[in-house]
Structure formats: C-alpha cells, structure tokens
C-alpha cells in the first residue's frame, strides 16, 4: 500500500470516529455507563480499522486474505456503529452488565474471525515460499544435467526445459500439484537413461518434460488470472 493512499485512508477513519463522537455527544443528553459502554466498543471498532491498514501498510498489492480481513473489519464497524452506537444509544435506558456482555462477545467473535483468517494466510504463505525453494532446486538440477550432456538434440531439448522452468510460473496452485509431482518423476527417469548413456529414451523423457512443463505454464496463467 503506498503511503499516501495509507495516509488518506487513516484521515478518512479518524475523520468519521470524530464525526460520529460529535454527533454522540451533541445528540444524547446524558452519559451514563451503558453509554460509556457503547461509545468505548464503537471507538474500539474504529480503531480495528485502522490496524487493519497499519499492518497491511507495506503491502504492494491487496491479496485474498487482505480483501476478506478488510470486509470482516468493516462489517464490524457497520455492526457496531448502527446497533451499538445509533440504535442502543437512542434508548434512554438499557441495563450496563447485557450490553457488556453483548459488547465483549460481538469483539471477541470479531479477533477470533481475524484470527482463523491471519492463520490461514500465513500458512499459505508458508507453503508458497517451500514451494519457490523448490522450484530453484528443481531448476538448478535440470542446469546440472544440462552441463553433463554434450552438443546434440539432447542437450537441445534439455536446454528447453532449463529455459522454460527459469522463465515459467512456479507450480503454486493446488491444481497443478499433480502435474508437477509428474515432472519430477519424469525427469527422475531422464537422469537414469543419461546415466544408462540411452540417449533414445532420454530424448523421449526431455519431450515429455517439455509439454508438462507447458502445461503446467498454461494452467497456472489460468489460476493466476
């Protein structure tokens, strides 16, 4: 998130928390402690908000997770603001202890929720950095097969395989695990053939790799869309 649109966003919330404290306080003739109750967790709604874009403020892009984390955020708010802070702050009187109660349950439902979503994103993340290590050791393998090859049509095809897994999509998505556990079986059985000096089969296991390999491409262009 760059730090200007952070900026806006952060003036924007303090903006309408002010508003709405105005308003509250010209509106309502007294303050009693119910009040005080529904004014504190409204702010403590406000305030969520702006967590969200504080922790998110290094961000460069709005992934899944954060979209989500940002509607969770503002439907607490929108909860909060009209039952806590419009609806129940125009009866006179409501007993304090209920609407605690209610209060402490609606916050914690709300850091429970951000809890099972911040968990689930830092595992995804996880495995999407297991998997680009991986990949590199997975690329610098198929270089070193390359180099033991000499001048031919399979240091050729091998040499199409080296180019596509530097310059293609890591197999992130959960639909091409698959694929990707059958390129790597694949060029198990090319290592062999190399090693047996059977350049046929060689050959034929470098072609097979080549069209996994743009398979696998193509259907992560797909999920990346």
Known sequence: MKRNSFFWLCATITILALTYSIVVFVAKDSFN?????LYSFTMLSFVSLFMHFFVRRNSSSMEIYDVTLLYVSLAYVAIQLIL????????????????????IILAVLYIVVVFIINAHSQGKTSKEEETLKNEKLFGAKLIVLETSIQDGPLKKAIHS??????????????????????????VELLEESINENDEESAL???????????GRELKNRIYAK
């Open 161 to 186: 395989i080296v180019e596509q897994q530097k310059y293609g999509y890591a197999a992130l998505s959960p639909e091409v695990e698959s694929l990707q556990n059958k390129i790597e079986a694949t």
């Open 84 to 103: 806590g802070g419009i609806i129940c702050m125009s009866i006179p009187i409501l007993p304090v202890v209920p609407v605690l109660v209610a209060e």
């Open 33 to 37: 402690a119910t009040a005080w109750v």
């Open 204 to 214: 034929k296991y470098a072609k097979k790799i080549n069209l996994l390999l743009k």
